[in-house]
């Protein structure tokens, strides 16, 4: 199987576990306890049905969007994720490629692999920060400093990483930063010496975000220990307000999944809120955030941007979201699994495919530009 052959979500992710030794691919394509919630966010979609209209003149299909005061081409884009450079030897840079080739947004992790900085340089199109909350808070305001210092336009808190998701795929490979690899998951690396050789023979795996401030290069700290003792579980609402006055931009959080929280982000001043539950790898049992969407717009959607993202596989997903008063979605999988399978060229595939789709379901439901999108357009079955 080739990139070439890849015509889907699928696809480009039987290509993925192709190529990657079984820890990393199960690091991506897992979710936390029973993975209840992570096959809910895809089933959720199938709770609705479109309902297109014909005969509108659909000749030419607008399918920009604003959001968070960022012009994108497309309703869709890269959410930030962990460790990139682990699925492809260039990654966060060919993600970053990628979606500014398709006009659309991306983030950087805290837990990237290429520097937020070097990014910002390489790219044009419009950058989000994720951010995560530590104990000192010193360090807080140091990396935001460096976020601005950039010219990075949106800092996103991620606030449903309170502490790490339970997730056993990686229990049982014995998947760490540092590795600690288990025998049989040292095998799994055996297997694919191809990942081994573009791992040895490309530029150190490093954690630029935070290496200044974490050890994680000797191997005294791993990934865990980093969430369980820098960041600072009592974060609270009053410390994520005096982030957004200190940021003083566009600024949202990631994870939320109530309303009563939407409404607080808006008391504290954030200008969006992405509703998500972390593409199922935090809370197993958790609502599907598409099952969230449409109370959370309900409440918030005339203040701020309500973004949406976990689960999305398909045109149709984002069509729904979009009609359900999302401003935007945002994509995890989706766009790792082609960037394991063929690094820049596969992400520029998977959103080459999407732009596609999407413009295809927009003609095949009567509509020129995203805003034409509402809940008119969808029946939910009883
Ligand atoms: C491998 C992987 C790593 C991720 N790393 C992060 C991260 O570092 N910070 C974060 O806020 N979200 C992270 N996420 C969550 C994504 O940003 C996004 O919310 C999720 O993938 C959406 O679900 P989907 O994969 O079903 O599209 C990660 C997701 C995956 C699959």
């Known amino acids: 199987m080739r990139l070439k052959d890849c015509h889907n979500f699928q696809d480009f992710r039987t290509l993925a576990k192709k190529r990657l030794p079984s820890p990393i691919f199960n690091y991506i394509d897992g979710g936390a306890d029973d993975e209840t919630t992570y096959r809910r966010n895809t089933a959720a979609f199938e709770t609705c049905d479109l309902v297109p209209s014909v005969l509108t003149g659909v000749k030419d299909v607008d399918l920009s969007v604003t959001v968070m005061g960022q012009k994108l081409a497309l309703p869709i884009y890269c959410s930030p994720t962990a460790l990139q450079r682990l699925f492809h030897h260039d990654g966060e840079r060919a993600v970053a490629g990628a979606a500014e080739k398709y ?13 937020m900085e070097e990014i910002a340089k390489q790219t044009t199109t419009p950058q989000v920060y994720q951010f995560y909350f530590h104990k000192d808070r010193a360090l807080n305001r140091a990396m935001m400093q460096r976020a601005k210092d950039s010219g990075i336009q949106v800092m996103m808190l991620t606030v449903d990483s309170i502490t790490g998701g339970n997730r056993e795929r990686d229990l049982r490979t014995g998947f760490s ?10 095998l799994q690396f055996v297997l ?11 530029e150190k795996f490093r954690l630029p975000q935070l290496e200044e401030h974490v050890d994680m290069g000797s191997g005294a700290t791993s990934i865990g220990d980093y969430f369980t003792n820098m960041l600072d579980p009592s974060m609270n609402w009053d410390d994520v307000a005096e982030m957004v006055k200190f940021w003083d931009g566009q600024f949202c959080l990631k994870g939320i999944m109530s309303r009563e929280d939407a409404r607080k982000a808006v008391e504290i001043g954030c200008t969006g809120v992405i509703i998500s539950n972390h593409g199922g790898r935090q809370l197993d049992g958790s609502r599907s955030s598409f099952d969230q969407l449409a109370e959370i717009v309900d409440e918030v959607g005339d203040e701020i941007d309500v973004i949406f993202d976990s689960g999305v596989q398909r045109g149709t997903h984002v069509l729904k979201a979009l009609s359900l008063g999302a401003k935007a979605v945002g994509i995890g999988r ?11 060229p596969g992400v520029e595939r998977a959103l080459g495919l999407m732009k596609a789709e999407l413009e295809r379901d927009m003609k095949l439901m009567g509509k020129t530009s995203i805003d034409q999108l509402t809940k008119d357009n969808l029946r939910f079955r009883s």
Do not use: D, R
């Not at 659309?104 to 990237?112: P, R, Y």
């Not at 930063?177 to 040292?186: A, C, E, Q």
């Not at 989706?334 to 820049?344: D, E, I, K, S």
């Open 103 to 115: 006009g659309t947004m991306f983030g950087v992790s805290s837990l990237g692999t290429v520097s």
């Open 177 to 186: 930063i540092p590795f600690k690899l288990n025998l049989s998951g040292m």
């Open 192 to 202: 694919k010496p191809m990942w081994g050789i573009n791992y040895v023979t490309h």
């Open 334 to 344: 989706m766009y790792l699994y082609p960037l394991a399978a063929a690094g820049q």
